[in-house]
């Protein structure tokens, strides 16, 4: 299976706070994707990081992608209560638009 | 300005009793996804188009079925509806050239009695 899998898989911070999460998959990827989830919503994309990419900034993310170990990370920084949600990286391999997701960080950010 | 429109936001249906979720774009994307997202679980593709092309994922189960009349439009049919197959179910739509994101919908929770 493509579907990765992300570390914790809950997060729990103050206000203020970095928080970061990871994101670990099989196969070889055109590129990864993180996005996020509110509660009982759909998914909304994030930012998007190219196999040849190494580092991502949007703001107050970033994300890096070490395509040797398989691994990607996304950090969000001086975190705020609306960041509170789930999120998940998805990979893409092959010519085409297609992704399978990771399990998922939940993240709550207490104010 | 949604852009990725799932009809109804909460869908109720008896066991055994064929339900249809629809979803709408106003993107014109060439792709239209559906997925399966069961609580705290990652979404799981059921099956794609690409314009009319239809692309079902090899372990999704013949129960579910899906129609796309036109760009805009796109259908999931659960033909006789099972307990397990209370989830969320998300919409979403993209390019198909690599390296584009995806638009999701916000969903209909599908509720089995």
């Known amino acids: 299976s493509q579907q990765g899998e992300e570390d914790p898989q809950a997060l729990s911070i103050q206000e203020g706070e970095n928080a970061t999460m990871n994101c670990s998959y099989k196969t070889s990827i055109n590129n990864l994707q993180w996005y996020r989830q509110n509660s009982g919503r759909g998914l909304v994309h994030l930012i998007l990081i190219r196999s040849n990419e190494r580092e991502k900034h949007s703001g107050r993310l970033r994300v890096t992608l070490d395509t040797s170990k398989k691994s990607s990370s996304l950090l969000i920084t001086a975190s705020r209560a609306a960041d509170t949600a789930s999120y998940f990286c998805a990979t893409s391999a092959g010519g085409f638009n297609k992704f399978y997701f990771g399990s998922g960080t939940k993240l709550n950010v207490k104010p | 300005d949604a852009m990725v429109i799932q009809n109804p936001r909460y869908q109720v249906t008896q066991f055994g009793k064929p339900v249809t979720l629809s979803c709408s774009q106003t993107l014109n994307h060439n792709v239209m996804y559906w997925y399966q997202q069961k609580s705290s679980q990652a979404p799981k593709l059921l099956f794609h188009?690409?314009?009319?092309?239809?692309?079902n994922e090899a372990d999704t189960p013949d129960n579910f079925q899906s129609r796309r009349p036109n760009t805009s439009f796109c259908f999931l049919d659960i033909r006789s509806p099972g307990l397990g197959d209370a989830a969320m179910y998300l919409c979403?739509?993209?390019?198909?050239?690599?390296?584009?994101?995806?638009?999701f919908g916000d969903g209909t929770r599908l509720s089995i009695l």
């Open positions: 979403a739509t993209s390019w198909r050239e690599g390296n584009q994101p995806q638009h």
């Open positions: 188009y690409y314009d009319k092309d239809f692309n």
